[in-house]
Every structure is written in C-alpha cells, then in structure tokens.
C-alpha cells in the first residue's frame, strides 16, 4: 500500500466549477500536511499547508482529519489557470523528507 | 522563483553509463533533498544531505550517491544506469536542523535524465 494515496483523475471540470481532491495517508505519525501544484515538466510548488483546524487561501480551502488520516482541497470558482497536477504530500515527525502522492490532475475547460 | 538551480536542464545518457546532476541551494539554507519522479508519479525521496553529511536515505540502491559541499551545493550521482532510472530528478533546499521541526522545502527546476 502506498504511504500517500490520491485519486489520479484528470477531473475535467468546467470554468467557475467546484472541484475537491481526497487524499488518505497510511503512517499515524505523519506531522505536517501539504497540497502541491504541478504545472506539466516543471518542479512541484507549495499552495498552502493543512492544518488540523481547517484552513482557507482565497478560493482554496483545505481540511485535515487525523482520526481518518484523510485530506482534502476544494477549489471554488475553478480558473483556466487552476489546470495542473495536485499532489498530496506529508512529512513524519522527526524526518526531513517529503512523502508524495501520484498526484491528482485537474483540467478546467472554457 | 525559489533561488534553487539545477544543471544540467536536460540529459540522454546510455545504458550502464554514470551520470552527476548538481545543485545549488538557496542563500541560508544548508540542507538538500534529492527526489526522482518517474512520468506519471510523485516525486520519490532519495535522499538529503545537512551540513555535507547524509541525512537520511529513501528506498533507492547504493548506485545513487551524493555529496553537499561546504558551501551547501550538492550533487548527485547514478552509476550503471538503467533504463527505469529515466526521470526527472528534483533537488530542493531547506533550512533545517538535523531531526527538527520540517522546514519548507524549496524545489529547484529539475534535470529531466533521460537513459536509453
């Protein structure tokens, strides 16, 4: 089973659309929580940390459930722009590396 | 951008050759990350290096090797390629303590190697 498991899509949705991406994680001790974006052949980017209490970044809205080892992000409003690769990622408490998901690929349409 | 750069941009290489990509790291941080991402997949942890020693090591066979350099640069080697070690090789730099708290990562362009 892999420590970081999402949904590969593509969700192709429409502009203006509402879109959420699930992700679930496999270790208990995994401390901190992240959603990458991934625009096609170049590096991962940081589009906000995920906190326990649920957190906010314009249009963007991300949740944490540890009982569930379950994360989401909702995009709202979805922009032509917003199309790219969503990767879940954690980081276990006292290690310094980054575990990633596959990825969620998101295709908004005109 | 994040000060992370990473040379060379692109790479084809053969089959049993060795490769070395390097990296340099943003201005105050002493600490890099090495990840492989396969077409279609995230990107796998390597391993990292802080203050010129390894810090930690990912599932990857002892033909990856790296280095960091005193002035915290680093570069990462594969012997013997292999057809599967085709990627884009993604190096990323922190400022970070040994076994401390995580601190942000910041991810350099990549080197897309390509081995046939």
């Known amino acids: 089973r892999k420590e970081v498991e999402q949904d590969p899509g593509p969700f192709n949705v429409p502009e203006g659309a509402t879109v959420a991406f699930n992700c679930t994680y496999s270790?208990?001790?995994?401390?901190?929580f992240f959603w990458y974006r991934q625009d096609c052949r170049k590096e991962p980017k940081l589009l906000m940390s995920?906190?326990?209490s649920g957190n906010e970044d314009g249009r963007f809205t991300a949740q944490l459930n540890r009982a569930s080892q379950y994360i989401s992000l909702l995009i709202r409003d979805s922009k032509l722009s917003d199309s790219a690769t969503y990767l879940c990622?954690?980081?276990?408490?006292?290690?310094?590396?980054?575990?990633f998901g596959t990825g969620t690929r998101l295709l908004v349409s005109p | 951008e994040t000060g992370v750069t990473q040379s060379p941009t692109h790479l084809i290489k053969t089959r049993g050759q060795q490769v070395t990509l390097r990296c340099s790291s943003q201005?105050?941080?002493?600490?890099v990350s090495w990840y492989q991402q396969a077409l279609g997949q995230g990107p796998q942890f390597i391993f990292q290096?802080?203050?010129?020693?390894?810090?930690g090591r990912g599932n990857f066979p002892p033909r990856f090797s790296g280095l960091q350099f005193p002035n915290y640069s680093s570069e990462l080697n594969v012997n013997a390629l292999e057809l599967d070690d085709s990627a884009l090789y993604l190096c990323?730099?922190?400022?970070?303590?040994?076994?401390?708290?995580?601190?942000?990562?910041?991810f350099g362009p990549g080197t897309r190697l390509t081995v046939l």
């Open positions: 995920v906190y326990s």
């Open positions: 990323a730099s922190s400022q970070s303590g040994r076994q401390g708290p995580y601190n942000e990562q910041f």
């Open positions: 990622v954690v980081n276990k408490r006292g290690f310094q590396k980054l575990v």
């Open positions: 201005s105050g941080h002493n600490t």
């Open positions: 270790n208990s001790a995994s401390q901190s």
């Open positions: 290096y802080y203050r010129e020693e390894e810090n």
